[in-house]
T-cell receptor
Framework: GAGVSQSPSNKVTEKGKDVELRCDPI?????LYWYRQSLGQGLEFLIY????????KSGLPSDRFSAERTGGSVSTLTIQRTQQEDSAVYLC????????????FGPGTRLTVL | AQSVTQLGSHVSVSEGALVLLRCNYS??????LFWYVQYPNQGLQLLLK??????LVKGINGFEAEFKKSETSFHLTKPSAHMSDAAEYFC????????????FGKGTKLSVKP
């Protein structure tokens, strides 16, 4: 009965470095979402997975951002050549497709780019 | 395109007073609507949801919201505020279906004075 988990909880990196953020969804949830929460932009949708496929990548802010999902479970969000404007809390959510869109959120990863 | 507007980025009430947090939405299809709460340094927790059943929706912790199609509103209320209600509240809209990513408002931070 575990909820959505994310790791690391905090990540501090230097500008220009690559980072990987991990999300473990609730078992059996086929849909997985990444959002970004920042002071200036509020909560923004980044990407959606149905199984291992990502039919909609339109929310990714630049080509430095990519994500994958393997085995219909764990997902990794990768940010290459990080910039200071990437500093934010990255939230992952999962849901059962068709369940009125109700999503269950993880605690987030706070990314700080120095 | 869907959008959500939350009036008031910060609302302050006295303990025991009525809580009213406003949310207006825009959607081209009948929407699914949600209120989430975020306590400091935590993820998002679902308070309640509207999925085209009863227009008055009751949620956790004594909160409720009423869907008013004519006003395109989904305001959140609680008759009597508790200190523990101090948090940030987000209204969100989804078209549901196979993707169903959430579009969030900017959030309203609720302060409760003793």
């Amino acid at each position: 009965g575990a909820g959505v988990s994310q790791s690391p909880s905090n990540k501090v990196t230097e500008k220009g470095k690559d980072v990987e953020l991990r999300c473990d969804p609730i078992s059996g949830h086929t849909a997985l979402y990444w959002y970004r929460q920042s002071l200036g932009q509020g909560l923004e949708f980044l990407i959606y997975f149905q199984g291992n496929s990502a039919p909609d990548k339109s929310g990714l802010p630049s080509d430095r951002f990519s994500a994958e999902r393997t085995g219909g479970s764990v997902s990794t969000l990768t940010i290459q050549r990080t910039q200071q404007e990437d500093s934010a809390v990255y939230l992952c959510a999962s849901s059962l497709v068709g369940l009125f869109g109700e999503q269950f959120f993880g605690p987030g990863t706070r990314l700080t780019v120095l | 395109a869907q959008s959500v507007t939350q009036l008031g980025s910060h609302v302050s009430v006295s303990e025991g007073a009525l809580v009213l947090l406003r949310c207006n939405y825009s959607s081209s299809v009948p929407p699914y609507l949600f209120w989430y709460v975020q306590y400091p340094n935590q993820g998002l927790q679902l308070l309640l949801k509207y999925t085209s059943a009863a227009t008055l929706v009751k949620g956790i912790n004594g909160f409720e919201a009423e869907f008013k199609k004519s006003e395109t509103s989904f305001h959140l209320t609680k008759p009597s505020a508790h200190m523990s209600d101090a948090a940030e509240y987000f209204c969100a809209v989804s078209e549901g279906g196979s993707q169903g990513n959430l579009i969030f408002g900017k959030g309203t931070k609720l302060s409760v004075k003793p």
